[in-house]
C-alpha cells in the first residue's frame, strides 16, 4: 500500500511546525526572559543588594540626603535590620519563594529594626550636631512602609 | 468499489492519526513548558544572583567613598579659622561666652567651636584662636576627599602598624576593614608618610562564612532513593566521600561554594587576587599645605 498525504494534511503539519518553531524560538525565549527579569529585580537578593549599596553609600553623602527606593508594589518583604546587615524575604505567592531570602552587610552604623509587609524604603543620613556646638556626627535613618 | 472504500477509511483514519498526533505534540509541548516552568520556581528561584561579582571589591570601593566622606576623617572647612587671627567683635563674648563651659558662637552663626573660655578675647581689639577647634561639619562644608592630617593623626597610628580596632563608626561586619592613607608627597628612599588603622566592626557567628556554608548545607540536603545510586560509586574515595555524595548533589554544593566562601578565599584559590590601589585624596596639613595621597582599603571577610 502506498503511503499519501493530501495538500491539508501538508499544510496542518508545516502550519504546527511553523507554530512550534514560532514558539521555541521567539515566543518562549521571550517569555522566559521576562519572567526571569521580574523576578530578578524583585527577588530577596537583589532588593538586599539594593538596599545595603544605598546604606553604605549615603555615607558618602558629606552633609544630607535622602534616598527613596521602591523596587515593586506587587511583591511586599520582611525586612529586619541588625548588627550592620539587613536581612530581606519575599512574600511571593508562590511558596518555593519564601526560601530564598538574603542577608546582605553595609559599612555604617544603622539601627536595628524589623518591618513587616513593606515594598517602599527610605534611608537618611544627616550630620547632626548636639546643641549646634562641637564635632557633628554622621547619623543614618531607615524606614519602611507599603506603597 | 469495496477498494474505494477501503481507501476512504484508509484516508480517514490517517486523517484522525494526524490529528491526534498534532495534539499529542501540543500536548507534549505545553509539557516541556510546565515542567519548564516547574523547575524555574523550584530551582532558578532558590538561586543567588548568579553574575560573579567582585563583593570584596565592592565593599572596598564603598567602604573608601564613605570614610572620604566621613567628618571623623574629612577636612572641614570652619577649621580654617585655627591660627588664624579676628577681630576679636567677630564673636559674641557676652551671653554665649560668660563661662568656661559655654560654647562661643561666630557672629555669622555659621562657625561653631568646642567649650571655650572667652575671656580670653575680651580685652584686646584682635585676637588668635589657635586653641579653638572649629568645625563646619553641621552646615556640610566637609571638603569630601581632603583629609586632615591631625583628624588622621587622632584616629589612625602614623607610620606603624597597630592592629588595635579603630570605632569611628565605619565597617563592614565580620570583616577585616584594613585602611591605608599614604601621602605620596612625603616619599622619600622608598618610604612615605603613611596613617594605617584596622576599623573595628560588629562579628556576628551567623554571619560567619562556615556558618552560613554550613546553613547551605544543611537546607541542601537530601535522602532521596538517588542518594544510594550517587553513594555506591563514590565509595571509592571513602565513607566520607559516599556520605557527602548521597547527601548533595554536585550543583548544591557548587551553590554553597558560590553563595557563601568569601570572596578573598575564591580568588586566592583561582589565583586572581583582587586588590585595589586605591582612590586619590589630598591631605591637609595645618599649616595649610596640601599633599597628594591615596587611601586604600582592604576588606577581607572572616572565614
Known amino acids: 500500500m502506498k503511503a499519501s498525504i493530501t495538500i491539508s494534511d501538508f499544510v496542518a503539519i508545516i502550519g504546527i511546525v511553523g507554530i512550534v518553531l514560532l514558539i521555541v524560538t521567539q515566543i518562549l525565549p521571550t517569555t522566559l526572559?521576562?519572567?526571569?527579569?521580574k523576578f530578578s529585580s524583585y527577588s530577596a537578593e537583589n532588593v538586599?543588594?539594593?538596599?545595603?549599596?544605598?546604606?553604605?553609600?549615603?555615607?558618602?553623602?558629606?552633609?544630607?540626603?535622602?534616598?527613596?527606593?521602591?523596587?515593586t508594589k506587587d511583591v511586599v518583604y520582611q525586612v529586619s535590620i541588625d548588627s550592620r546587615t539587613i536581612k530581606v524575604v519575599p512574600k511571593f505567592g508562590?511558596?518555593?519563594?519564601?526560601?530564598?531570602?538574603s542577608t546582605q552587610s553595609f559599612a555604617v552604623d544603622l539601627h536595628s529594626?524589623?518591618?513587616?509587609?513593606?515594598?517602599?524604603?527610605?534611608?537618611?543620613?544627616?550630620?547632626?550636631?548636639?546643641?549646634?556646638?562641637?564635632?557633628g556626627e554622621s547619623k543614618y535613618a531607615f524606614d519602611a512602609t507599603k506603597q | 468499489?469495496?477498494?474505494?472504500?477501503?481507501?476512504?477509511?484508509?484516508?480517514?483514519?490517517?486523517?484522525?492519526?494526524?490529528?491526534?498526533?498534532?495534539?499529542?505534540?501540543?500536548?507534549?509541548?505545553?509539557?516541556?513548558?510546565?515542567?519548564?516552568?516547574?523547575?524555574?520556581?523550584?530551582?532558578?528561584?532558590?538561586?543567588?544572583?548568579?553574575?560573579?561579582?567582585?563583593?570584596?571589591?565592592?565593599?572596598?570601593?564603598?567602604?573608601?567613598?564613605?570614610?572620604?566622606?566621613?567628618?571623623?576623617?574629612?577636612?572641614?572647612?570652619?577649621e580654617i579659622c585655627s591660627g588664624i587671627q579676628y577681630p576679636c567683635n567677630h564673636y559674641i563674648t557676652s551671653s554665649s561666652c560668660l563661662n568656661a563651659n559655654c560654647g562661643w558662637v561666630a557672629q555669622d552663626q555659621s562657625c561653631y567651636g568646642t567649650p571655650y573660655d572667652c575671656s580670653h578675647y575680651s580685652s584686646s581689639s584682635s585676637c588668635t584662636d589657635a586653641g579653638c577647634t572649629?568645625?563646619?561639619?553641621?552646615?556640610?562644608?566637609?571638603?569630601?576627599?581632603?583629609?586632615?592630617?591631625?583628624?588622621?593623626d587622632s584616629t589612625f597610628t602614623k607610620n606603624s602598624v597597630n592592629y588595635g580596632p579603630k570605632d569611628i563608626g565605619v565597617g563592614y561586619p565580620n570583616t577585616l576593614n584594613l585602611v591605608k592613607v599614604i601621602d605620596l608627597e612625603s616619599c622619600q628612599d622608598n618610604s612615605c608618610d603613611m596613617w594605617m588603622a584596622?576599623?573595628?566592626?560588629?562579628?556576628?557567628?551567623?554571619?560567619?562564612?562556615?556558618?552560613?556554608?554550613?546553613?547551605?548545607?544543611?537546607?541542601?540536603?537530601?535522602?532521596?532513593?538517588?542518594?544510594?545510586?550517587?553513594?555506591?560509586?563514590?565509595?571509592?574515595?571513602?565513607?566520607?566521600?559516599?556520605?557527602?555524595?548521597?547527601?548533595?548533589?554536585?550543583?548544591?554544593?557548587?551553590?554553597?561554594?558560590?553563595?557563601?566562601?568569601?570572596?578573598?578565599?575564591?580568588?586566592?584559590?583561582?589565583?586572581?587576587?583582587?586588590?585595589?590601589?586605591?582612590?586619590?585624596?589630598?591631605?591637609?596639613?595645618?599649616?595649610?599645605?596640601?599633599?597628594?595621597?591615596?587611601?586604600?582599603?582592604?576588606?577581607?571577610?572572616?572565614?
Open chain 2, 134 to 152: 572649629l568645625v563646619y561639619e553641621k552646615e556640610g562644608k566637609l571638603s569630601r576627599g581632603i583629609l586632615d592630617s591631625s583628624k588622621l
Open chain 2, 198 to 303: 584596622v576599623l573595628s566592626s560588629p562579628t556576628t557567628i551567623e554571619g560567619l562564612s562556615v556558618a552560613k556554608f554550613a546553613n547551605c548545607m544543611s537546607d541542601t540536603a537530601s535522602t532521596d532513593i538517588g542518594s544510594i545510586f550517587r553513594a555506591i560509586p563514590a565509595q571509592i574515595g571513602g565513607p566520607l566521600v559516599a556520605t557527602v555524595a548521597a547527601l548533595w548533589q554536585p550543583w548544591d554544593i557548587e551553590k554553597c561554594i558560590k553563595n557563601t566562601v568569601p570572596e578573598n578565599v575564591k580568588s586566592f584559590f583561582t589565583g586572581s587576587l583582587i586588590s585595589s590601589e586605591g582612590l586619590p585624596v589630598l591631605i591637609r596639613y595645618p599649616n595649610g599645605d596640601l599633599h597628594v595621597g591615596r587611601i586604600v582599603v582592604g576588606v577581607g571577610e572572616w572565614i
Open chain 1, 94 to 101: 508562590v511558596n518555593y519563594a519564601d526560601k530564598s531570602s
Open chain 1, 48 to 71: 538586599a543588594r539594593q538596599l545595603s549599596n544605598l546604606i553604605t553609600v549615603s555615607g558618602s553623602a558629606t552633609y544630607k540626603i535622602d534616598i527613596d527606593y521602591a523596587p
Open chain 1, 113 to 135: 529594626g524589623q518591618y513587616t509587609d513593606v515594598n517602599s524604603f527610605l534611608i537618611g543620613k544627616s550630620i547632626f550636631t548636639p546643641q549646634q556646638i562641637g564635632h
Open chain 2, 1 to 78: 468499489m469495496v477498494n474505494q472504500n477501503m481507501h476512504l477509511m484508509q484516508r480517514n483514519n490517517k486523517g484522525i492519526v494526524l490529528t491526534i498526533s498534532a495534539v499529542v505534540e501540543g500536548l507534549f509541548f505545553i509539557g516541556v513548558i510546565s515542567l519548564l516552568f516547574w523547575l524555574f520556581l523550584s530551582r532558578v528561584l532558590e538561586i543567588h544572583n548568579s553574575a560573579t561579582e567582585a563583593n570584596a571589591e565592592r565593599h572596598a570601593i564603598n567602604l573608601a567613598n564613605v570614610l572620604i566622606s566621613s567628618e571623623k576623617l574629612a577636612y572641614g572647612e570652619g
Open chain 1, 33 to 37: 526572559s521576562t519572567v526571569i527579569n
